[in-house]
C-alpha cells in the first residue's frame, strides 16, 4: 500500500516555481505586461504545470493566460471571460521570492503534522499582498476525496508564517488527538487504517452472525446494532 501512494506522490512534476516565472520574464510580452499570480493545482505535492496569469494590454482583453513545467512554456492563451480586476492586481516581484515549491511544500507538511491535519493534495497560488506588495504563498490542502480540509499563506520571502492552518470554517485544529495523523501521508495513513478497520469488522460481524445462528450466543464480532 505505501508504495502506490508514494508512487502517486510524485506522479506531477512542474518544477521550480521560479523557474516558471524567470521564463516569463524573458518574454517579448513580457516588457509591458505585468505577472499577477501563480498556480499550481492539484498538487501531490508538486502539480503537473504552474499556471501564470499577466496583465498584458498588448492581449486581447487585456489578459493572458501562461501554462509552465520544468521552465518550458507549454501553452498560451488569452481568454476573453473568466478574469476580471487583473489590471488592478498588484505584480509580483520575481526578485523578491526565495520561497521555491519543494522549500514550501515541506513547511506546510511540517505544520500540517503539528496540527494533525491530514490531507491528500493542495493548491497552491502565489499573489502580491495587495497592501504590502510582498509575495505571498496561499495553500489549501484537500483530503482524497476532494473536500477542503484546511488553508495557510507563507510568505514567498523567508518562508514566514503569514497565517497558521485553519478549518474551512475559519478555527484552528484541534492538536490533542495524539493518535491522529497530519500531514500528506497522514491523510493517506488514516484513510486506510480507517477502511482496514471497516473491512475488519464487516468481516468479524458475518462470522459472529454465524455463530449466533448455530450456538444462540455471540462471542466474536460487532453486533448489528454496534
Known amino acids: 500500500m505505501f508504495l502506490v501512494c508514494s508512487s502517486s506522490v510524485f506522479a506531477g512534476n512542474a518544477g521550480s516555481a521560479i523557474l516558471a516565472l ?12 505585468t505577472i499577477v499570480e501563480l498556480k499550481g493545482e492539484h498538487a501531490e505535492p508538486m502539480p503537473a504545470e504552474w499556471q501564470i496569469l499577466l496583465a498584458d ?3 486581447r482583453g487585456g489578459v ?3 501554462s509552465v513545467a520544468n521552465g518550458v512554456i507549454a501553452s498560451e492563451s488569452t481568454p476573453l471571460q473568466g478574469y476580471s ?5 498588484p505584480g509580483i516581484r520575481i526578485a ?3 520561497l521555491d515549491v519543494s522549500s514550501l511544500f515541506q513547511l506546510v507538511q ?16 502565489l499573489r502580491a499582498d495587495s497592501a504590502t506588495r510582498a509575495p505571498v504563498w496561499t495553500i489549501w490542502l484537500y483530503d482524497q476525496l476532494g473536500s477542503l480540509v484546511g488553508t495557510m499563506g507563507i ?10 492552518i485553519q478549518l474551512p470554517d475559519g478555527s484552528s485544529p484541534r492538536k490533542s488527538d495524539t493518535k491522529k495523523l497530519g500531514g500528506l501521508l497522514g491523510e493517506i495513513g488514516n484513510f486506510t487504517e480507517s477502511t482496514a478497520r471497516k473491512i475488519g469488522d464487516t468481516t468479524l ?6 455463530q449466533e445462528l448455530l450456538v444462540g450466543e455471540r462471542t466474536i464480532g460487532p453486533k448489528a446494532s454496534e
Do not use: C
Not at 480586476?85 to 492586481?89: E, G, I, L, T, Y
Not at 510568505?155 to 497558521?164: L, N, R, T
Open 64 to 66: 493572458r493566460l501562461v
Open 205 to 210: 460481524h458475518v462470522i459472529g452472525t454465524v
Open 85 to 89: 480586476n487583473v489590471a488592478d492586481m
Open 155 to 164: 510568505a514567498a520571502q523567508g518562508g514566514g508564517i503569514v497565517q497558521d
Open 22 to 33: 524567470r521564463a516569463i520574464a524573458e518574454q517579448p510580452y513580457a516588457a509591458n505586461a
Open 110 to 125: 511540517k505544520q500540517a503534522e503539528e496540527a494533525k491535519v491530514g490531507f491528500h493534495w493542495l493548491d497552491y497560488t
Open 57 to 59: 494590454p498588448s492581449a
Open 96 to 98: 523578491e521570492i526565495s
